[in-house]
């Protein structure tokens, strides 16, 4: 099972977070990606889309393409922008203070995607998350989760 | 969809030196500085010794709301007083988990307990 690509070019409107978030976990559950897993790439596509706004166009116009695909194996999300191309540095909160503002939609993307990617275009940036779906095994063992 | 600012807070009330209140909708990137607003305006004439916030209306929250969070706890610890959060959702107890605030912010099942704990 692969399912249909979305592909959606929009403006850099933080009004569209919620309704992009929400397609792409719909899009997570109907392929078979448990809740835990589709609200955790729906927090990453959120966490990526206001870096954009925030970031990449500093809060002024510009717009974002947003890509969704299942290969099989992985959910792939890539976010295009044509902002300020500045390459967030991905690793470098890990050990994030929490009374430090910022850093937390990276923290989260880190953690819950199992590849997260910026690659640097002409004009913007291309982000590429790839989140896998675990299944289970046929065994039965509930505890025994495997990459699919 | 998230909620805009007239309906996100709810049901604003003391008991002793406690301030309590319900925060409805989703809260994202949107929405989070209307929600910031109400709060800081709320905090405004206030010095509550708590601050607890009812959370079970709120299902999701991004790092925006997480941010305002943190700010609104800054300024009531300014004011000597505590912030707690209860009712947590999953997802929303998931992300403060992410963001290590378990262990500034006190947790609590219902207003109940998080108002018995102020005595302690």
Same mark, same amino acid.
């Given at each position: 099972?692969?399912?249909?690509?979305?592909?959606?070019?929009?403006?850099?409107?933080?009004?569209?977070?919620?309704?992009?978030?929400?397609?792409?976990?719909?899009?997570?559950?109907?392929?078979?990606?448990?809740?835990?897993?589709?609200?955790?790439?729906?927090?990453?596509?959120?966490?990526?889309?206001?870096?954009?706004?925030?970031?990449?166009?500093?809060?002024?116009?510009?717009?974002?393409?947003?890509?969704?695909?299942?290969?099989?194996?992985?959910?792939?999300?890539?976010?295009?922008?044509? *902002?300020?191309?500045?390459?967030?540095?991905?690793?470098?909160?890990?050990?994030?203070?929490?009374?430090?503002? *910022? *850093?937390?939609?990276?923290?989260?993307?880190?953690?819950?995607?199992?590849?997260?990617?910026?690659?640097?275009?002409?004009? *913007?940036?291309?982000?590429?998350?790839?989140?896998?779906?675990?299944?289970?095994?046929?065994?039965?063992?509930?505890?025994?989760?495997?990459?699919? | 969809?998230?909620?805009?600012?007239?309906?996100?807070?709810?049901?604003?009330?003391?008991?002793?030196?406690?301030?309590?209140?319900?925060?409805?909708?989703?809260?994202?990137?949107?929405?989070?500085?209307?929600?910031?607003?109400?709060?800081?305006?709320?905090?405004?004439?206030?010095?509550?010794?708590?601050?607890?916030?009812?959370?079970?209306?709120?299902?999701?929250?991004?790092?925006?709301?997480?941010?305002?969070?943190?700010?609104?706890?800054?300024?009531?610890?300014?004011?000597?007083?505590?912030?707690?959060?209860?009712?947590?959702?999953?997802?929303?107890?998931?992300?403060?988990?992410?963001?290590?605030?378990?262990?500034?912010?006190?947790?609590?099942?219902?207003?109940?307990?998080?108002?018995?704990?102020?005595?302690?």
């Amino acid at each position: 099972m692969t399912g249909p690509k979305y592909e959606m070019e929009i403006p850099a409107d933080a009004k569209l977070i919620a309704p992009v978030r929400h397609a792409i976990e719909e899009q997570a559950h109907r392929l078979g990606f448990d809740e835990t897993a589709c609200g955790e790439i729906g927090l990453c596509v959120n966490e990526a889309m206001a870096n954009v706004i925030r970031h990449a166009y500093h809060g002024n116009a510009g717009r974002l393409r947003v890509e969704s695909f299942f290969d099989g194996e992985s959910l792939h999300v890539r976010i295009r922008d044509w *902002g300020s191309g500045v390459t967030p540095d991905l690793y470098a909160k890990k050990d994030k203070n929490p009374f430090e503002a *910022g *850093g937390l939609g990276l923290v989260c993307m880190g953690r819950l995607m199992d590849k997260v990617s910026f690659t640097p275009q002409d004009v *913007g940036m291309l982000l590429e998350m790839t989140r896998r779906r675990r299944v289970l095994k046929q065994d039965g063992d509930e505890n025994c989760w495997s990459k699919a | 969809m998230t909620s805009n600012e007239h309906d996100m807070i709810r049901n604003v009330r003391t008991q002793g030196q406690a301030m309590l209140l319900e925060v409805h909708g989703e809260v994202d990137l949107h929405n989070s500085p209307d929600l910031r607003g109400q709060l800081l305006r709320l905090l405004a004439d206030a010095s509550p010794k708590a601050l607890v916030l009812n959370l079970g209306g709120v299902p999701y929250m991004d790092s925006s709301a997480i941010a305002v969070l943190v700010e609104l706890l800054g300024r009531v610890r300014k004011g000597g007083g505590v912030m707690c959060l209860t009712h947590l959702q999953p997802r929303v107890k998931a992300l403060l988990e992410i963001a290590r605030l378990e262990t500034i912010f006190r947790f609590f099942p219902a207003d109940a307990e998080a108002l018995a704990s102020l005595g302690k």
